[in-house]
T-cell receptor
Framework: DAEITQSPRHKITETGRQVTLACHQTWNHNNMFWYRQDLGHGLRLIHYSYGVQDTNKGEVSDGYSVSRSNTEDLPLTLESAASSQTSVYFC???????????????FGEGSRLTVL | AQSVTQLGSHVSVSEGALVLLRCNYSSSVPPYLFWYVQYPNQGLQLLLKYTSAATLVKGINGFEAEFKKSETSFHLTKPSAHMSDAAEYFCAVSRASGGYNKLIFGAGTRLAVHP
């Protein structure tokens, strides 16, 4: 079965370190997204991509970057981790999000990051 | 800008009671609306979606939601709660950007079901 997987599921790091969270999907979806989930804020969009070599900033992109070199993967990098980036991170993908064919998002199980 | 507001961060019901989770949206054009559920330590999964067809939308696990344009609401209901319905529920609206949609989520409502 097709799926979307995130790794690591749990990570503890120190302030200032670079961290990369992996996201891999086997749905062959063009559209991929990274969200962070914080109490009281729901899910907030960090970055998204509509295809290979395409990346876009979401509403909370400061301190994060992504790259899309193939269809399957969208790694999220925290250049210099800060305590404010302690959160649960979710990757999602979708086959189509055009206005005339709105689709659903398929989510990974999340990566819990703690920055000390 | 399109957004959603979920009224009540926590809702508690008895098993067998009606479940009502509230969602209001702001949108200058008819929106696409979604409800997602998140069980503990899992990702979100789609419960149901409104895409301008029928105003009463039925989803999985006995949930349904009614789109009311006059009230700008898309409340989620279930006639009889089960213990297994305990989870966090998110309302979401699609927002157009460059001809494509992306989902904007509400803050979530945690549903507790007690015996």
């Amino acid at each position: 079965d097709a799926e979307i997987t995130q790794s690591p599921r749990h990570k503890i790091t120190e302030t200032g370190r670079q961290v990369t969270l992996a996201c891999h999907q086997t749905w062959n979806h063009n559209n991929m997204f990274w969200y962070r989930q914080d109490l009281g804020h729901g899910l907030r969009l960090i970055h998204y991509s509509y295809g290979v070599q395409d990346t876009n900033k979401g509403e909370v992109s400061d301190g994060y970057s992504v790259s899309r070199s193939n269809t399957e993967d969208l790694p999220l990098t925290l250049e210099s981790a800060a305590s404010s980036q302690t959160s649960v991170y979710f990757c999602a993908s979708s086959p189509s999000l055009k206005l005339q064919n709105t689709g659903e998002l398929f989510f990974g199980e999340g990566s819990r990051l703690t920055v000390l | 800008a399109q957004s959603v507001t979920q009224l009540g961060s926590h809702v508690s019901v008895s098993e067998g009671a009606l479940v009502l989770l509230r969602c209001n949206y702001s949108s200058s054009v008819p929106p696409y609306l979604f409800w997602y559920v998140q069980y503990p330590n899992q990702g979100l999964q789609l419960l149901l979606k409104y895409t301008s067809a029928a105003t009463l939308v039925k989803g999985i696990n006995g949930f349904e939601a009614e789109f009311k344009k006059s009230e700008t609401s898309f409340h989620l209901t279930k006639p009889s709660a089960h213990m297994s319905d305990a989870a966090e529920y998110f309302c979401a609206v699609s927002r157009a950007s460059g001809g494509y949609n992306k989902l904007i989520f509400g803050a979530g409502t945690r549903l507790a079901v007690h015996p």
